[in-house]
Structure formats: structure tokens, C-alpha cells
């Protein structure tokens, strides 16, 4: 089955740093939009990060940008999300998800993780 598996989570302090990577278990073709989610406790699922395959384009919720940064390792097809400045809120499962449609169209995400805890204390 095509399935990605998210690393490099875990705790760390307010004002810390983290690094999430996404691989996929098997190759998957036409990855042209990635993303990552975060879910906080009791909140709906958010998008926070999205990055185009072919040109690098990215884009971010309100609540990282200027925090995180979302990149490409076109090479080795994984996925990055660098966390710093992390807040308390920051707190939560983070997603990452693969689809066909590039990240300027309206469409769903086809290939999802299983989902990484990042835990961010006072």
C-alpha cells in the first residue's frame, strides 16, 4: 500500500526547535503538491504548510509563517518541516499528505501519514 511515515517528532521547550520528515514507505508517482497538517486537541485538522514538486512554491498558515519552513528533497522524494520558535500551541499531531493536483487547485489529498506528536512545554 502507498503510505508515508512521518519522523522527528517529540518534546521540546517554548522557543525550541524541531524538525519533521515525511517518506514514503514505496515510491509514489505525480507527488505534485505536499503538505503538512497540524491537529490540536479538540480543533479541526489545519493546513499549515504546502510545497509545489515542480517549481518550489510554498505556501503557510498564518499561525507558523515566519516559524516554519516547509522544503523538498526532490532527489530522495521526503518531505521537511522545520519548526522554530515553538509555541505551546504548536502542540499536536502533525500530518503529512501527498496528491496529484498541484497546490494552486482546489482538490483533496490522496496519500496521507499516520500522523507524528509534537509536544511543546512552557
Known amino acids: 500500500q502507498k503510505h508515508l511515515v512521518e519522523s522527528g517528532g517529540g518534546s521540546a521547550q517554548a522557543g525550541g526547535t524541531l524538525r519533521l520528515s515525511c517518506a514514503a514507505s514505496v515510491y509514489i508517482e505525480n507527488n505534485n503538491c505536499m503538505a503538512w497538517f497540524h491537529q490540536s486537541p479538540g480543533k479541526e485538522r489545519e493546513r499549515v504548510a504546502t510545497i509545489e514538486r515542480d517549481d518550489g512554491v510554498t505556501t503557510y498558515s498564518d499561525s507558523v509563517k515566519g516559524r516554519f519552513t516547509i522544503s523538498l528533497d526532490r532527489a530522495r522524494g521526503s518531505l521537511h518541516l522545520q519548526m522554530n520558535s515553538l509555541e505551546p500551541e504548536d502542540t499536536g499531531l502533525y500530518y503529512c499528505?501527498?496528491?496529484?493536483?498541484?497546490?494552486?487547485?482546489?482538490?483533496?489529498?490522496?496519500?496521507w501519514g499516520q500522523g507524528i506528536q509534537v509536544t511543546v512545554s512552557s
Open positions: 499528505a501527498f496528491r496529484f493536483r498541484p497546490c494552486w487547485v482546489e482538490a483533496e489529498f490522496e496519500v
